[in-house]
């Protein structure tokens, strides 16, 4: 949406006057300078398109702002109400067209004639008729004895006559006609916004050739006033960054412990350009010990060792050896030590030879001195047995 030029500079007096509205000094108490009644109907006038698009925008937010478009509640000029109220002094156009748009009120013409054809009175002359306009509007005493219409007070262009007998009539200007609006060539809006790699650039232009004039169409419908452009500037050095870690030797035991091994690479992004590498960043790979439940472990026999004295004090005896279970001991629901065969054994013992004293020698041969004859005879009487059990034998078979 675009503004007038009229509306541009009443803008920028707003704007002035309520970032610095000065001081009023017509009474001996200071205080800010308000806002005259006149200037604010015609800014709401000149930019009423603009004006309802704010008040949409800034309301909600800030409601105070609302003060801002009632004029009917600001004090008047030259009243008594505020003798020294801001009011906008509009300057007469550099450009002069003799056509009217609207009701007239920015028609800077040189039409000094009425519509019967009765010569226009000098707004700053009182005679034939005394008035108080150049002192309510002082853009008219740079008007001449031109057709105005200052700030909507009436409905077209008019003029004090200098026919003592009419006061004032309406002047017969043209009507304008509408001129749309056109945009001037593309020009460069500062520099590219980056000084390496790609970027962009401003480019702008105005609707200015023409400007749209008298309700001509603005250059919308042509395009949008503003562009950016891809702009190249030198390559940007581009410093390393690791990837996030992923697995590369995982845990292949279901037990136990083992490493797994995680690497990352010095891709995001590449280092390009003369840009350091990702070493600064910490290393590219780590290990991480990873658990499983305990592993089974078997049992084990450790030494022999004995648990008894020999059970002779001499002679040949035996002796009781064990060992444990322990070396290392069945755990996690290993097997245990059956396999190896058992944990107690018997062992001969070899100790010293019995000595045999006097007294046994003696019932040794006494006992030796009655047994031989007996065994002697024994064996005797068994072949005396036989020989007559034979004989008995061949006397039968005779």
Same mark, same amino acid.
């Given at each position: +949406? ?5 509306c541009?500079?009443q ?15 017509? =009474?001996?108490?200071?205080?800010? #300078? ?6 604010c ?8 398109r ?17 003060a ?35 009701? @007239? ?12 054809n $009765?010569?226009?009175? =000098?707004?700053?002359?009182q005679c034939?008729h ?10 008219l005493?740079?008007?001449? *004895?031109?057709? !105005?219409n ?8 008019w ?5 003592k ?7 017969? $200007?043209? #009507? ?14 500062? =520099?590219?916004?980056?000084?390496? @790699?790609d ?5 702008s232009r105005?609707?200015? *050739?023409?400007?749209?004039?008298? @309700? ?7 395009g949008?006033?503003?562009e ?5 500037k ?32 010095c891709? *995001?992004? &590449?280092? #390009? ?11 590219? %790979? #780590?290990?991480? %010990?990873?658990?499983? !439940? ?14 008894s004295?020999?059970?002779? &004090? ?20 290993g ?18 030879h019995?000595?045999? &004293? ?10 030796y ?6 065994? $002697?005879? /024994? $064996? ?6 036989? !020989?007559?059990?034979? +004989?008995?034998?061949?006397?039968r /078979?005779?």
């Amino acid at each position: +949406m675009s503004a007038s030029p009229e509306c541009m500079d009443q803008v920028r007096f707003i704007a002035c006057y309520y970032t610095f509205p000065g001081c009023d000094r017509s =009474t001996s108490v200071l205080r800010p #300078k308000k806002f005259c009644k006149e200037s604010c109907l015609h800014f709401t006038n000149e930019c009423s398109r603009f004006v309802n698009a704010w008040k949409e925008i800034l309301l909600p937010s800030y409601p105070e702002k609302a003060a801002l478009f009632s004029c009917l509640e600001k004090p008047s000029r030259n009243a008594g109400e505020s003798p020294e109220c801001v009011y906008y002094d509009r300057k007469e156009s550099v450009e002069k067209e003799d056509c009217v748009y609207l009701d @007239g009120s920015s028609y800077y013409g040189n039409i000094s004639v009425t519509a019967s054809n $009765i010569p226009c009175q =000098t707004w700053t002359d009182q005679c034939p008729h005394r008035h108080t306009m150049n002192k309510t509007y002082p853009e008219l005493n740079n008007a001449n *004895n031109y057709c !105005r219409n200052p700030q909507n007070s009436g409905k077209q262009p008019w003029c004090f006559t200098t026919d003592k007998n009419k006061r004032w009539e309406y002047c017969d $200007i043209p #009507k304008c006609i509408s001129v749309d609006g056109s945009y001037s060539n593309w020009s460069l809006n500062g =520099t590219c916004n980056v000084i390496c @790699g790609d970027g962009f650039e401003t480019w702008s232009r105005e609707c200015n *050739n023409p400007e749209p004039k008298y @309700g001509g169409r603005n250059c919308s419908h042509l395009g949008k006033p503003v562009e950016y452009r891809q702009c190249t500037k030198k390559p940007c050095v581009v410093n390393g960054g690791y990837s996030s870690w992923n697995l590369s030797s995982q845990c292949n035991v279901t037990c136990g412990q083992e490493v797994e091994i995680w690497r990352r690479s010095c891709n *995001n992004p &590449t280092p #390009k350009n003369g840009g350091r590498n990702c070493t600064v960043l910490g290393e590219d %790979i #780590k290990r991480i %010990i990873c658990e499983r !439940r305990p592993c089974p472990i078997d049992g084990n026999y450790s030494n022999w060792t004995t648990s008894s004295a020999c059970s002779v &004090t001499c002679g040949v005896g035996y002796q009781i050896w064990f060992r444990e279970c322990d070396n290392p001991p069945p755990t996690y629901g290993g097997k245990d030590c059956s396999k190896y065969g058992k944990d107690k054994d018997s062992r001969p013992c070899h100790l010293r030879h019995c000595s045999v &004293t006097s007294r046994s020698a003696k019932v040794i041969r006494i006992a030796y001195g009655v047994c031989v004859p007996i065994i $002697i005879m /024994a $064996i005797g009487f068994f072949l005396i047995r036989k !020989r007559n059990v034979l +004989m008995k034998r061949f006397k039968r /078979a005779d």
